[in-house]
């Protein structure tokens, strides 16, 4: 049922090549969200990984962004690493914390987790106040330098984060895609629907989880390093707990077992506030109802995708003629 | 099993979407002739603001917006800024630093300047973001609600100015009158274990002021339990005069614990967490928000025989209907004053340059409820430098001790604190602002 | 002496914490679902609990009212969404995560309508009995008529719970559409009714904490928020299953974080919860009183 690495890589370099038209012809504002929506992509590929392979729930992956944020930013602020670097150090930081994670994770089950996680990213971005070298409430900066020279002086800064926000949507999305068609990714769909059968057949159930737990938050430091690098700065309170709701409902909307649909759930979450903010400018009226307007969309949309598209709003199917047979 | 193989179509599908999207939403930012200064066209001028409306932080601050475009509309109704009517343009960030960006970046082209944008962390993302372009772009953001002594440097912010007095002026001017008032007397302080308190430890430093016990909490952990736990640790410290500097929640849940606990101390009140109006929703009793001290730059919200106040509360009547004239909506429309003195200052066909060189060259010279100066120059981004502080009443009003305003004055260095006598500029006829 | 305030601190707080949990094991108890949505039915009672107080001004009067307005929408939210749902979803990959992400959904629809009605200012009840704490000779503890009220309540529901679950048919059959659904369809009990009823309890349970807890705060649409993770913190901690557990896990939590915050530091408020919740599941990966297996399917 997969295809060939060739032909996705084929594909993405076109998306790639639509991006990098998209990115000159549409407004800086819109650039900038661009690059937003993109590292949403990202955490949202962790969330389908985690939840809609392995079969794990976590309301807590706000708190892994964020150790990725700040591992990178402390890299760059105290050793001065490139800002590659920088990114890989937000990856296997994450990572090995989601081991530890996992570790203890891998116990739990359902709501077990569910809770622990929900603590994790109440309690974890709050202890940036409580160690002076995280720079507390103002945060660190973390600027990882002008574009390059070569893409000439009217290359703007957004460009160049939607650049780099975009190069490593794909890249994150190849990987996975390939992770999600390798062994690894046929145990975990074995493990998450027929957890007994599976462990008959000889896979190791919980170091399986710990290993779908561990990358999930590779790629989860990844996109919390890039959105302090769209900010340019890390700060506790870019992490609170509507973030990993957030992700959570971009998968969900996304279809949670839906690797494309990551981007479908990305561009919604974005673009709902930006239209419920027109819709409420253009309806005028009392501005405690039209500050809760955006809220209340995103909600009501939440709750009708579940109950009648819980699969995931499924643009794909609306295009094909033939109908997807049921799973 | 797999959805993936229809990615292609999911893929042309969102590529579509993105593209309508994308320009659909794209075209109304583009409404603005390119030759004239953002914001500012023949009739209007825009301003920018982005503030909590809704989450945790919004209550009290989200009274903000509204004060500022009843005072606005007041003015608009009589004349404007030399014709044109200014628009506030209102953006909910939720006190979320990402929000605060990607709504400053999305009014950046089409106001003349933020005014007003709340809180440490969101100010200070929406400075360094270089999507934003705050000091390359030249724009301004001026009165920003935040007293983090940081965006008072120039060459770190270069086109932002605060109007607070720092928490760090505040504390260095409450070590000050502590003092002063408190000589020998067992010291205790609450504070907030981040920026906001970092800066008030740094102002008691400087002030010389050591307490016997300090209790630092975490920002959002405030409930009636906590406090309950720092009163527990006052009171076997012994501490008799007790510094709460933090928000209001916190102060609301400390006041509530030393009533429940019947602890006698004489309690001090940051100006943050200061409003009785908030702390009384808060549940604090009166009888122990009685006789409480609390510092203010601004006169007090129930003055009513103080000429700013008089006005500020008619136009509240008149053009904020329903909202309680309380220091939220005080502060706000200060702020609005001060604003409109500025786009008169930067003259007729204002620009951001004019705006902030009118700033820098006149601001000191703006009349404002404030007993405090402005140090406002070509060389400081400083505005307010002073407090005076006032015993609350039963009914919560802040009233001056002794009956009459006496003020303190520091600078945001090292400077010493003085007693200052108030030379505040008498209000423009009916709160309008005739400067220029 | 300071060992024995920090105690009834958390006493007093655990119970509250108690009560959250309560509503939460009740909901996964009847329909497995993690009921995020909790903290906005309790915020939209108390809501409603407060209009009655301003028109009224009895707190007395505002309790039951919140109860009966928690019922409702407690039954309204099963019957509107957990019970389409279940129809919708029987297996698949997002079966356990829907209901979170439904919940989700719905607390954000009723604290933005909320938000909408009563706008985002903070409100106040009056407490109805003193908060000043009891004095014993010279000292004061951190412990009022208020504290007691709110003890007292907990365990009075607690108490009705008991007999509720343990001595009439009405417990019985909501055990057994929880556990057994089919068979008790067969058994002639009317498992979605059931369902609703214990949707029905559980938002008049959270409504209780909502009026509980608001004089010692105040009311706004946000303002149950951390109410919820903890009472859903303590509910992990006792095992979901059990609504001893529930009560027990509420306690240790508001007796672990007031001693965390008296003696190790106060500002270590939020990472203390997630250790205090780490420590337990470690020992106990499904919690103090939870079931082995066999239960969650």
């Known amino acids: ?327 | 099993m797999f959805a993936i193989r229809s990615t292609k179509r999911a893929y042309l599908a969102v590529a579509s979407l993105t593209v309508g999207a994308l320009t659909l939403s794209a075209l109304p930012a583009q409404a603005f002739s390119p030759r004239s200064e953002a914001g500012v066209s023949a009739t209007t001028i825009k301003l920018g603001i982005t503030t909590p409306l809704t989450g945790s932080a919004a209550p009290g601050y989200n009274k903000v917006p509204a004060a500022m475009q009843a005072y606005f509309n007041y003015v608009n109704d009589n004349g404007g800024v030399y014709g044109r009517k200014i628009q506030l343009t209102v953006k909910d960030d939720g006190y979320l630093p990402t929000a605060a960006v990607a709504n400053a970046k999305s009014m950046s082209n089409g106001v003349l300047a933020y005014v007003a944008n709340l809180g440490t962390a969101d100010n200070n993302a929406i400075a360094k973001s270089p999507v934003v372009g705050l000091a390359t772009n030249r724009i301004p953001s001026i009165f920003i609600n935040t007293g983090y002594s940081g965006f008072a440097d120039r060459s770190k912010f270069p086109t932002m100015y605060p109007i607070f007095p720092s928490y760090m002026m505040e504390a260095k001017i409450m070590g000050q009158y502590i003092k002063e008032n408190f000589a020998g007397k067992k010291l205790g302080l609450i504070y907030q274990d981040d920026d906001f308190g970092s800066d008030a430890l740094a102002g008691f430093k400087t002030a010389g002021v050591k307490f016997d016990i300090s209790i630092p909490y975490a920002s959002g952990s405030q409930s009636a339990a906590t406090g309950a736990g720092w009163v527990g640790k006052l009171k076997a410290a012994g501490a008799e005069v007790v510094v709460m500097f933090g928000v209001s929640s916190a102060t609301g849940a400390a006041l509530g614990a030393s009533a429940a606990l019947g602890y006698k101390a004489q309690w001090i009140l940051g100006s943050v967490g200061g409003d009785a109006t908030t702390l009384k929703a808060l549940g604090v009793p009166a009888a122990v928000l009685t006789g409480s001290i609390g510092a203010s730059f601004l006169p007090g919200t129930t003055d009513s025989k103080d000429e700013y106040i008089k006005q500020f509360q008619d136009i509240n009547t008149k053009y904020n209907a329903g909202a309680s004239f309380d220091n939220n909506v005080l502060v706000a429309m200060n702020s609005a004053m001060l604003t409109v003195e500025a786009l008169r200052a930067a003259g007729k066909n204002p620009t951001r340059e004019s705006l902030m060189s009118a700033i820098e060259n006149k601001g000191a010279s703006f009349a404002s409820a404030a007993f405090s100066p402005i140090l406002y120059s070509s060389k400081s981004h400083v505005g307010y430098s002073g407090y005076w502080f006032g015993k609350y009443d039963s009914s919560g009003a802040m009233l001056p001790d002794g009956g009459t305003y006496s003020l303190y004055t520091t600078d945001s260095g090292a400077g010493g604190v003085v007693k200052a006598t108030i030379k505040r500029p008498a209000m423009p006829a009916k709160g309008l602002p005739n400067n220029s | 002496m300071r060992l024995l305030s920090t105690f009834l601190i958390g006493v007093s707080s655990g119970s509250i914490y108690s009560l959250m949990a309560l509503a939460l094991v009740l909901v996964w108890r009847s329909t497995r679902v993690v009921n995020f949505a909790q903290a906005g039915q309790a915020i939209a009672s108390t809501y409603l609990g407060y209009l009655v107080i301003t028109h009224t001004n009895n707190y007395w009067l505002a309790l039951p009212v919140a109860m009966v307005a928690g019922a409702v929408i407690g039954a309204l939210a099963d019957i509107a969404l957990i019970r389409p749902l279940n129809r919708r979803i029987k297996s698949g990959p997002v079966l356990e995560i829907a209901p979170v992400i439904a919940t989700l959904g719905l607390l954000g629809l009723i604290r933005s309508l909320v938000g909408m009605i009563w706008g985002g200012d903070l409100k106040q009840y009056r407490a109805p009995v003193s908060i000043n704490g009891f004095t014993f000779g010279h000292t004061t503890i951190p412990f009022s008529r208020f504290n007691l009220l709110i003890v007292f309540t907990a365990i009075v529901v607690m108490v009705i719970f008991a007999f509720v679950f343990q001595r009439t048919g009405l417990g019985l059959a909501l055990r057994a559409a929880a556990f057994q659904p089919e068979i008790a369809r067969l058994a002639g009990v009317r498992v979605d009714l059931v369902r609703t009823i214990g949707w029905a309890i559980a938002g008049a349970t959270g409504a209780i904490a909502g009026v509980l807890v608001t004089p010692s705060t105040s009311l706004s649409p946000n303002s149950l928020d951390l109410l919820l993770v903890l009472g859903f913190v303590s509910a992990v901690i006792g095992g979901l299953e059990s609504l001893i557990g529930a009560v027990i896990g509420g306690l240790i939590l508001g007796i672990g974080l007031a001693l965390i915050l008296e003696y190790v530091s106060t500002s270590l408020a939020f990472p203390a919860a997630f250790v205090v919740l780490i420590l337990i599941l470690i020992v106990k990966p499904a919690g103090l009183f939870g079931m082995k297996r066999g239960r969650d399917a």
């Open chain 1, 1 to 327: 049922m997969r295809k060939s690495r060739i032909k996705l890589a084929l594909e993405l370099i076109a998306i790639a090549i639509a991006l990098f038209f998209l990115g000159n012809s549409v407004s800086d504002f819109r650039v900038y969200e661009g690059a937003t929506v993109a590292l949403y992509v990202i955490a949202i590929c962790s969330i389908i990984l985690l939840t809609g392979y392995s079969g794990q729930i976590s309301l807590g992956h706000g708190a892994l962004m964020a150790v990725g944020a700040y591992a990178a930013v402390l890299a760059r602020y105290y050793w001065h690493t490139s800002g590659l670097l920088s990114l890989i150090i937000a990856v296997l930081a994450a990572a090995l914390f989601g081991l530890f994670l996992g570790w203890a994770a891998a116990r739990l089950r359902g709501p077990y987790l569910a809770g622990t996680t929900l603590a994790l990213a109440v309690g974890l971005p709050s202890l940036a106040n409580q160690f002076h070298f995280l720079g507390g409430e103002q945060g660190l900066n973390f600027d990882i330098g002008a574009p390059p020279k070569f893409l000439g002086s009217n290359f703007s800064t957004t460009k160049w984060y939607f650049w780099i926000c975009s190069l490593a949507a794909l890249i994150i999305f190849w990987l996975v895609y390939n992770l999600l068609h390798s062994r690894f990714g046929r145990q975990w769909q074995a493990m998450r629907s027929a957890p007994v059968s599976a462990a008959i057949s000889g896979i190791n159930i919980a170091r399986s989880k710990v290993l779908a737990f561990t990358i999930s938050s590779g790629v989860a430091g990844l996109a919390g390093a890039l959105l302090v690098m769209t900010l340019n700065l890390v700060t506790p309170s870019a992490f609170p707990l509507s973030l990993s709701f957030a992700i959570v409902t971009g998968a969900v909307l996304a279809g949670i077992t839906r690797l494309g649909g990551a981007v479908v759930g990305a561009l919604i979450i974005v673009a709902i506030p930006d239209i419920a903010d027109q819709i409420a400018i253009k309806a005028g009226g009392v501005e405690r109802v039209s500050a809760n307007l955006p809220g209340f969309i995103t909600s009501l949309l939440l709750i009708l995708t579940i109950l009648f598209a819980p699969n995931g709003a499924n643009i794909g199917k609306f295009m094909s003629l033939r109908k997807k047979k049921t799973s």
